[in-house]
């Protein structure tokens, strides 16, 4: 069983269901509101545990009922919570989604999750330096992600970072990364002045650029190639990417080809579209499995 460390966020998603998102200014009536654990950190916690893992989750929450759910949830999927800092005086992170038009659009108020620090990373360091992989998106401070990326290097620990949400992030962190996963936009803002064919060549087999229900493309040191995505029905895009940052992880660790790896990530990322909520959606390994058996 891989062994996985995810350094990042954890929050409660409030979702409201639309036909129509407003425009400024305007009201609508909307069809249903949920409340479900989220966070970016959290969500790939949670699918790459679904997917075989043996999972640890490093973040910061409040005291508060929302910190008490997300708790429950992780440990009710398995991940190890020893490492999640319950901190006084300060509330637990929530996002704020929108799901409307056949997408979303997300507003997050990280909270305690910008309250994680170096000394909080140090308390894993053994979890850290026993695991196949590592981590890491950007909805914690960047202090701490420059911090995780050190240890990393240090350690000849691999490292997986999720650009996202994306912010200029310092050329030491993208050169301890071990795999790079932004989308198109982020990618683009990673890499100012270079085209996509340009940038994904000077990172071959680390740089992979998704492209949603297109699967995604990386270079493999003598040309770009596409790992096709799967046509489905989405519901729900929330957490797709986290999904699929996950199932990657899990699959690499495991010893699985790069392409082999993307596509079992695109496999499990297009189940997850299939139902309502971040983690809801999120399927096990025998329906990644199953899905890739019928391709």
């Known amino acids: 069983m891989s062994k996985i460390v995810v350094v990042g966020s954890a929050s409660i998603d409030l979702t409201v269901i639309s036909d129509k998102r407003p425009l400024a200014g305007e009201t609508v009536i909307g069809?249903?509101?949920?409340?479900?654990?989220?966070?970016?950190?959290?969500?790939?916690?949670?699918?790459?545990?679904?997917?075989?893992?043996?999972?640890?989750?490093?973040?910061?929450?409040?005291?508060?009922?929302?910190?008490?759910?997300?708790?429950?949830n992780l440990k009710q999927n398995q991940v190890n919570t020893e490492y999640l800092c319950q901190l006084e005086n300060a509330a637990s992170g929530t996002a704020h989604i929108t799901l409307a038009e056949g997408d979303?659009?997300?507003?997050?108020?990280?909270?305690?999750?910008?309250?994680?620090?170096?000394?909080?990373?140090?308390?894993?360091?053994?979890?850290?330096?026993?695991?196949?992989?590592?981590?890491?998106?950007?909805?914690?401070?960047?202090?701490?992600?420059?911090?995780?990326?050190?240890?990393?290097?240090d350690l000849g620990v691999k490292l997986l970072l999720n650009p996202a949400p994306i912010r200029e992030i310092p050329a030491s962190v993208i050169n301890a990364a071990s795999y790079i996963t932004p989308n198109e936009h982020e990618a683009a803002a990673l890499f100012p002045g270079l085209s996509l064919e340009d940038y994904l060549a000077q990172n071959p087999h680390k740089l992979i650029v998704t492209q949603g229900k297109n699967g995604a493309l990386y270079h493999d040191g003598k040309e770009?190639?596409?790992?096709?995505?799967?046509?489905?029905?989405?519901?729900?895009?929330?957490?797709?990417?986290?999904?699929?940052?996950?199932?990657?992880?899990?699959?690499?660790?495991e010893g699985k080809s790069f392409a082999e790896s993307i596509c079992f990530a695109n496999a499990a990322a297009a189940l997850s579209v299939q139902k309502l909520g971040a983690q809801g959606g999120m399927p096990y390994r025998n329906e990644v499995e199953k899905m890739l058996s019928y391709e």
């Open 224 to 253: 770009q190639v596409l790992v096709a995505g799967f046509k489905v029905s989405a519901l729900d895009t929330t957490g797709a990417g986290d999904t699929f940052n996950a199932a990657f992880a899990v699959a690499i660790a």
């Open 31 to 72: 069809k249903e509101l949920l409340l479900s654990p989220g966070g970016k950190g959290a969500n790939q916690a949670v699918a790459a545990a679904r997917l075989g893992a043996e999972v640890a989750f490093v973040g910061a929450v409040g005291k508060d009922n929302y910190a008490s759910e997300i708790i429950k």
């Open 104 to 153: 979303n659009s997300i507003v997050v108020i990280p909270a305690a999750n910008m309250q994680l620090t170096p000394a909080m990373i140090d308390a894993a360091f053994e979890l850290i330096r026993s695991a196949d992989i590592v981590m890491v998106q950007q909805e914690i401070p960047l202090v701490v992600i420059e911090y995780v990326s050190k240890i990393c290097h």
